[in-house]
């Protein structure tokens, strides 16, 4: 199993940037994809971007192509999800994922973590 907590979230101006970090503890972190996702009020839970045990493939929602940059590091169990030319469309919950499998996808996650708010004003 592995367990992940995100942090890094808060109150940004549009136009502006934001890293998320995600801390995952447990064994065998660098057998798992990563991925994030975001979910706005009434809305489901969106998938944002993606990345492979290795780092080597990434995924991204057309939303934020071009914009957002997953990675992550295997010796500190870390994933980041940074954020730039922030839009109001941006303001959701960021949720970290890990799927029990290493290659990158947008669906089929076993592992979540809590969620931080990201809020983009006008």
């Known amino acids: 199993q592995v367990q992940l907590v995100e942090s890094g979230g808060g109150l940004v101006q549009a136009g502006g940037s934001l890293r998320l970090s995600c801390a995952a503890s447990?064994?065998?972190?660098?057998?798992?994809?990563m991925g994030w996702f975001r979910r706005t009020p009434g809305k489901e839970r969106d998938f944002v971007a993606g990345?492979?045990?290795?780092?080597?493939?990434?995924y991204y929602a057309d939303s934020v192509k071009g914009r957002f940059t997953i990675s992550r590091d295997n010796a500190k169990k870390m994933v980041y999800l940074q954020m730039n030319s922030l839009k109001p469309e941006d303001t959701a919950v960021y949720y970290c994922?890990?799927?029990?499998?290493?290659?990158?996808?947008?669906?089929?996650?076993?592992?979540w973590g809590p969620g931080t708010q990201v809020t983009v004003s006008s």
């Open positions: 994922a890990a799927r029990s499998s290493m290659g990158v996808a947008t669906g089929g996650y076993d592992y």
């Open positions: 447990g064994r065998a972190f660098g057998a798992y994809a």
């Open positions: 990345v492979s045990w290795s780092g080597g493939s990434t």
